[in-house]
């Protein structure tokens, strides 16, 4: 099959609501989809650059931790584990 055909089969499955593209969930076509991946990706890139990798590390413990009840910040308190939120701090960057 072509490129150009195996684009559309994906097309056609994106619009009966199938996830074609990783990261494009709720897209309606295969474009949207693969616009949708991309700024997610960008997204987390763009924090991970502002917090640094550490904090962002950190930043994922911490929603880890988090259930329906208790915000991460809670139930890592009751368990004692300890989250460095100094690691937080976005970098500052001189650009």
């Known amino acids: 099959a072509s490129k150009q055909q195996n684009r559309q089969e994906l097309d056609e499955r994106a619009k009966q609501g199938e996830t074609v593209v990783p ?4 897209g309606k076509s295969l474009e ?3 616009h949708l991946a991309e700024g997610r990706s960008k997204g987390g890139q763009t924090r991970r650059e502002q917090l640094g ?10 929603g880890g931790f988090s259930t329906m009840e208790k ?3 809670e139930r ?3 368990e004692g584990v300890e989250i ?3 690691k937080f701090a976005t970098k500052n960057q001189n650009k």
Request: charged residues 40%.
């Open 23 to 26: 990261g494009g969930t709720g």
């Open 32 to 34: 949207a989809q693969e």
């Open 53 to 62: 990798t550490e904090g962002y590390q950190e930043m994922g413990r911490k």
């Open 71 to 73: 915000s991460g910040e």
């Open 76 to 78: 890592a308190e009751e």
């Open 84 to 86: 460095d939120e100094s």
